[in-house]
């Protein structure tokens, strides 16, 4: 539809080509839309190609999205597929953003193409879940949900305790040391060999520094990983393989850099920083991901990661 045809429908016929198109979008859950005829309003789905060679806004944090996606499937199926390809994604033209992705992924022998869905509940700061991350379906199969089309969720996985409600502040010294029921310490060899802990710190560098002159733009600066702990609830500590893959978990992290960054940076790139990022997997699959800058200086969060407001509802900018 071109700005030429809405000159001649009626509210009410427009109205209706609206409902058709959400609908037709419907019917895949968002991610094949190529087809479909848009309407002239600033509430569809914007489309990019990314194997056409063309440009796309914020290529790093739509990677990292992917493999978000995968890391979720990994977690509740037991897989280890890795991203090959993007192929393609839309988006909500929302500020904050919901975003549908399709990928190629691999765990050889098998190839498989994935749809991942991300939906983003703040702007400049970590709070986003991932609502669906799935193998997609053959032509002849139906791809439905269980819940109505919504195409910007706000909603989120459901958590109890200390994985609910905000952040927690940085726990002391001791309590690292002394209550191993609750944390753990990670060898450099585990946090490196799972590859999510640097995926969950490169996301809260890419969300809290979004923009025409981000890092999300720009590139992500060096950072070095110098201590991981995992904090967990009611898991064995003799099985760290489970704490690493539990559904609910905090993740504190101490490293170094960011000088590339003036929104991020803190005295100078060789300071000491400190993040905290939580996990939270519920019953219904979602992936809830909030993450959070601490400041060593002042023990209180970094200007950087304060509070914001939140966009409510699903106003289109």
Known sequence: M????????????????????WRAV??????????????????????????????????????RYALLGLHRYNILQGTSFELATLQKFNKTMNLTSSYYITLLAQDPPLQKTFQVRVDERAYHSLDLTVAIARPKKDQN???????????????????????????????SDGAFHDDRSRFYALEKSEWQATGWISLYLELLILTTDRGMFGIAQTGLPQVQILRVVIETKGINEKAPDKRLNARSALVYITFTGLAKSPRLVEIGEHVERKAIIRRVIDDSGYLTLQ???????????????????????????
């Open 2 to 21: 071109t700005t030429e045809d809405c000159e001649y429908f009626t509210n009410e016929e427009y109205d209706r080509h609206v409902g058709e198109y």
């Open 26 to 63: 419907a019917e895949s859950d968002g991610f094949d839309i190529e087809e479909i005829d848009s309407p002239v309003v600033l509430t569809g789905l914007l489309s990019y190609d990314c194997q056409s060679g063309h440009r796309y806004p914020e290529p790093l944090l739509v990677n």
């Open 141 to 171: 199969e139906a791809v439905t949900t269980k819940e109505p089309f919504i195409p910007h969720f706000h909603g989120g996985a459901v958590a109890d305790g200390v994985f609910q409600g905000p952040l927690p502040d940085w726990p």
């Open 291 to 317: 993450g959070k800058f601490w400041s060593l200086q002042s023990g209180e969060k970094a200007e950087s990661s304060q509070k914001r407001p939140r966009l409510k509802g699903p106003r289109i900018f």
